[in-house]
């Protein structure tokens, strides 16, 4: 489904370069949950951005379901993410003056579905994050739960192929991550391929498949099982 | 993203910042109420004088002696004194056809006397010898009294018809009809009394005295008449008559053209284009107004944009296209213009109510285009001024614009 080869990307900070990526491979299967973990600065957010097309490598290729979409102009990529991604944020980026159901109607909006097929999808988007009660609250009137499952409820609405979580209990208690740690998983159980950066070493090990990152590469590639996929020195 | 949506997403944007838009807008509704408010006044004055012009009589042809020409060679050192226009040309032009009246006006200054009251009233105004044609051409009417009588045209008569101020400051209360006036030294009796009537062209009708023409002529000693004023049949032919009364009159003065004549209706037509011009002129000047409420939408669109990068790369992330994200931002600053320029015609319109209440003399009103093309002008604005600032918007980097 994702297949990363030899992606590179490096950033300018005070005058020094820093190799956010350095000559990642990677390859993604539809259905995988995946954790990227790592320290602070080792190019766990970069990849995700990569993945996501919110970002572009500076070498390397990129290819989603067969497509090389690394080159892509900036239109186009913005489609694929509305058709085929779903971000999930540490801080949640609900557009504060909206409802929770304006907030997931956002990506429907944007993709141009008629009203009355928007307010259905909204609708089942909001059950099965079990807000129905909470539609016409506004962020600031709902808990960092809440709010987190607001997101997700917002990343799944177009119904993506893939949805991409950076450090989704990052801003939570430990009964709300728990939570919304059990949506996430219920979703890839559903079909969803889930990617989810985290420093939280217990989210991390419950995916099926862990990747630990330092200085732009990824040092281990594991799964569930403890089956190595690939490593490096 | 839909139209619609597009519009409800702008407008909700504002509401959530409800004091810029509100200064913002007032701002553009400045700049459309001045346009509307200095075009209203330009075309009250156009009004003024196209319907004080227009009282003066349709149809009208003015002869004036003395023509403006250029000619060969050095100028004349002494110059050439033009030959006057008499009673006597005035005469002849009934000859011409298509005419209907003819007036010979002499006018001059004299100092009126009420010498048939115990209290002795005197004041200099101006005095028109004419004949009765005057009062058709010049839509005259009479309050008290008769106009003057058809022996007017040919006798010295000493017979006047006073402004209605006129008789007020020398009369009072008291009837004038009848009674005796000095002019200049010379009796007159008040034959009637012109009905209330406004000042036209500056000059006030209330406060004149009309006398027949040969008097006139005896008063101030001349034979040159001012003007020779003509009113023409309804479907005569202008151009045609011109040429009738220019070859009449250059037959009795030597074979020289050296009238002028000038038609109500081109003089009309040409005070209507000046002043329509200026009126466009006034309405461009305060349309700058506008350009200035722009620049203040290009700020307050940058400081949008500024406030709104994580936003922006929310819903780039969320799948937005730059021009979706442009549209979001052009679309806001149309919103503020649309809503000053509506309440900008809103209260020019009130303020032009009001005027009218208060001058109703004064035909204040802005013209068709003026509401129209104010609009246009602020929503161009909105348009060019937010261009830039949402191009900056769509050109950001997702992943940078999401960090805020």
């Not at chain 2, 949506?5 to 004091?19: A, G, Q, V």
């Not at chain 2, 000046?274 to 700058?288: H, K």
Request: with cysteine; hydrophobic share 45%.
């Amino acid at each position: 489904m994702i297949t990363l080869t030899q992606i590179c990307k490096t950033y300018a900070m005070g005058g020094e370069t820093i190799k956010a990526l350095d000559h990642v491979d990677l390859n993604i299967h539809k259905g995988d949950y995946i954790s990227v973990m790592g320290t602070s600065g080792s190019g766990k957010s970069t990849l995700l951005n990569v993945i996501g097309l919110l970002d572009r490598p500076d070498s390397g290729q990129y290819f989603l379901q067969q497509k090389n979409v690394a080159s892509l102009d900036d239109d186009t990529q913005a489609q694929i993410r509305r058709e085929t991604i779903g971000f999930v944020f540490q801080t949640f980026h609900l557009i504060p003056r909206l409802t929770a159901f304006e907030n997931i109607e956002l990506p429907l909006i944007l993709d141009k579905i008629p009203a009355t097929e928007r307010r259905s999808k909204v609708i089942k988007a909001l059950k099965q994050m079990g807000l129905e009660r909470y539609q016409s609250h506004r962020p600031n009137e709902m808990s960092g739960g809440q709010m987190q499952r607001v997101a997700i409820a917002r990343a799944i609405v177009n119904e993506p192929n893939i949805l991409l979580c950076d450090e989704p209990t990052g801003n939570l208690d430990s009964h709300s991550s728990a939570d919304v740690i059990a949506v996430l998983e219920a979703l890839n159980q559903q079909g969803i391929t889930l990617l989810v950066v985290t420093h939280d070493a217990k989210l991390g090990k419950r995916a099926t498949r862990s990747l630990w990152m330092d200085d732009g590469q990824i040092l281990k590639d594991e799964t569930q099982s403890g089956a190595l996929i690939s490593a490096h020195p | 993203m839909r139209t619609l949506d597009l519009i409800r997403f702008s407008f909700n944007t504002l509401l959530r910042h409800r004091l810029r838009t509100f200064l913002v807008a007032f701002s553009v509704a400045i700049g459309v109420t001045s346009v509307c408010l200095l075009t209203a006044l330009g075309e009250g004055a156009r009004r003024y004088v196209v319907t004080e012009f227009s009282s003066l009589g349709s149809h009208l042809l003015i002869v004036m002696s003395g023509r403006t020409e250029t000619t060969g060679g050095m100028p004349p050192i002494y110059g050439t004194t033009p030959r006057d226009l008499t009673v006597e040309d005035s005469s002849r032009l009934h000859r011409v056809a298509g005419i209907k009246n003819i007036a010979p006006v002499i006018a001059g200054t004299s100092l009126i006397e009420n010498s048939s009251s115990s209290i002795s009233r005197s004041r200099e105004v101006i005095v028109l010898g004419s004949t009765p044609a005057i009062f058709p051409i010049r839509g005259l009417t009479l309050g008290q009294g008769r106009q003057l009588p058809a022996m007017a045209n040919t006798k010295a008569t000493p017979l006047a018809v006073l402004g209605s101020k006129l008789k007020h400051e020398l009369f009072g209360s008291q009837a004038a009809v009848g009674q005796w006036i000095r002019v200049d030294g010379r009796k007159f009796r008040v034959e009637g009394v012109l009905a209330e009537r406004g000042q036209s062209l500056g000059l006030d009708l209330r406060d004149m005295v009309i006398i027949p023409v040969q008097s006139a002529s005896q008063l101030f000693n001349t034979q040159a008449l001012f003007r020779i004023l003509i009113e023409l049949d309804q479907y005569a032919s202008e151009d045609k008559i011109k040429l009738d009364i220019i070859k009449l009159i250059s037959e009795h003065h030597q074979g020289h053209n050296d009238i002028t004549i000038l038609s109500q209706d081109s003089i009309l037509s040409s005070l209507n284009e000046v002043l329509s011009l200026l009126t466009v002129s006034v309405g461009m000047i305060s349309a700058i107004s506008l350009l200035v409420a722009g620049v203040l939408i290009m700020n307050i669109s940058l400081i949008t944009v500024s406030q709104h990068r994580e936003e922006i790369g929310l819903l780039k992330a969320l799948g937005a296209s730059s021009n979706t994200i442009m549209a979001l931002f052009v679309s806001q600053a149309l919103w503020v213009a649309a809503m000053g320029a509506m309440f900008g015609v809103f209260l020019a319109y009130f303020i032009l109510y009001v005027a009218g209440l208060l001058f109703p003399d004064f035909p204040i009103q802005a013209p068709i285009w003026a509401a129209p093309a104010a609009v246009s002008v602020a929503m161009s604005c909105g348009l060019i001024f937010s261009w830039w600032p949402s191009k900056q918007a769509a050109l950001l980097a997702p992943v940078i614009a999401l960090r805020g």
